[in-house]
């Protein structure tokens, strides 16, 4: 049996006497993508804070390798330009193919014309997709994703997530993705994982073959199955 990348066993978090996790276990294996669901103050990016190492937790964690994190809130700095944002990481210039990653990853973006733009001269889906090839560049073992498409009108965010399949078929990144956006899941994931009364309720493995293309969320059975687990987390 394969060794799962990220090992999670009888997790829990506490604010002092509030309860937030309670007894999470949780096995992700190498290159899946494994969306986290749930209604508000559920605890999903709490749990995603917790593996990433960002606040103290009781129990097993193990992820190991390097790790990238991708916020809601731009991750980039806005006094750098695209390639320098890209280079951040990059261990401050000691890699010797540093700009041989840098430009690669501006192609991966599709921003190669961008690169001496500042992220202020930039749509909002551009400067998510610098903060995503940042975390990419630094070629981590996996990435966390915290509802990066929030802030992003739907048009933007639908392309957004097409786009994010396109990297993720290219570099098969082990991804943990936080959303409340349910066709977001679905479209996204391996596995869509609904977080509830302090705990992991249930798991939907997603039938869909890879790569997949936006018709699939108008079939009949991605409308059923999103029904599905909208209704379980609202029961």
């Not at 749990?47 to 390097?66: R, T």
């Not at 192609?107 to 975390?135: C, F, M, N, T």
């Not at 699939?216 to 687990?229: T, W």
């Amino acid at each position: 049996m394969t060794k799962a990348q990220i090992s999670v066993k009888n997790l829990s978090v506490s604010y002092g006497a509030l309860s937030v996790l309670d007894h999470i276990d949780l096995e992700v294996q190498q290159g899946e993508f494994v969306s986290l669901v749930g209604p508000s103050g559920c605890g999903k990016t709490t749990l995603l804070n917790a593996l990433a190492g960002f606040i103290k937790s009781n129990g097993e964690i193990d992820v190991p390798g390097k790790i990238g994190v991708v916020f809601q809130d731009y991750s980039v700095y806005p006094w750098m330009t695209v390639a320098e944002n890209i280079a951040f990481g990059l261990n401050n210039g000691q890699v010797p193919d540093r700009e041989e990653i840098v430009s690669r990853h501006l192609k991966l973006i599709r921003l190669e014309d961008r690169a001496d733009k500042y992220p202020a001269e930039l749509s909002g889906g551009q400067v998510q997709r610098v903060g995503i090839a940042r975390a990419l560049a630094a070629n981590p073992d996996v990435i966390f994703m915290d509802e990066p498409y929030g802030a992003l009108d739907r048009d933007t965010r639908e392309r957004m997530q097409k786009w994010l399949l396109e990297v993720w078929n290219e570099e098969h990144k082990t991804i943990i993705f936080v959303t409340h956006d349910m066709e977001e899941a679905l479209f996204l994931s391996d596995r869509v994982l609904i977080v509830h009364n302090k705990t992991i309720a249930s798991e939907y493995r997603v039938p869909f073959k890879r790569p997949r293309s936006e018709e699939v969320k108008f079939s009949p059975e991605f409308i059923e199955m999103k029904k599905a687990i909208l209704e379980a987390m609202r029961a």
